[in-house]
């Protein structure tokens, strides 16, 4: 549940603050690479997050365009709720219920939960261990592939580079402290 009211309300940041249109109360901190830092509330939250370097969509099995909201894959820290490094993921629709998400990095494959309540368009590791893992391998590779399902039944496939991903935590979790 937490997980949910929380991602609305860093997806209405995070839209306003990385398409430019920044709110008075979000400040982007810092960038590294193809990761940006902010530091948008009172209290304390600090997240990182990118964009896609690249997206596929299929629907059986033909490439297809489709149009989206924004993708984003973000690391959010909120020392005082006890949320330390929480990976999220937005695809831009609402993904199929009853769904996972895939993020493969090198040969490793995670797997994320839709969240529910939300209109089902953020997807979290399911326990604050995962969260750990993912970011463990996050830190180690080079790009992360985000696979998942649309409620119409499309196949996304969003790259994101990893590189700056691990300053961009860093200092993150510095200004969190």
């Not at 600090?46 to 993708?71: F, N």
């Not at 985000?146 to 496939?157: L, P």
């Amino acid at each position: 549940m937490f997980r949910t009211l929380a991602a609305a309300a860093l997806a209405l940041v995070a839209t306003l603050a990385v398409d430019g249109a920044a709110a008075q109360t979000n400040e982007r901190v810092a960038a590294f690479r193809d990761w940006s830092v902010f530091t948008p509330s009172n209290p304390r939250e600090c997240y990182i997050v990118a964009q896609p370097s690249s997206s596929t969509a299929q629907r059986g099995g033909e490439t297809v365009s489709v149009r989206r909201g924004e993708i984003r894959l973000f690391v959010t820290i909120r020392p005082e709720a006890g949320v330390d490094k929480e990976v999220s993921y937005t695809g831009g629709y609402p993904f199929r219920d009853v769904s996972t998400v895939d993020v493969s990095i090198g040969s490793d494959t995670h797997i994320l939960n839709v969240g529910s309540g939300d209109g089902g368009e953020w997807a979290w590791p399911a326990t604050p261990e995962k969260d750990a893992d993912l970011i463990t391998d996050m830190k180690a590779g080079a790009t992360a592939t985000i696979t998942a399902i649309s409620s119409r039944g499309t196949t996304t496939r969003d790259t994101f580079s990893l590189l700056g991903f691990t300053a961009a935590l860093g200092e993150a979790e510095k200004l969190c402290q």
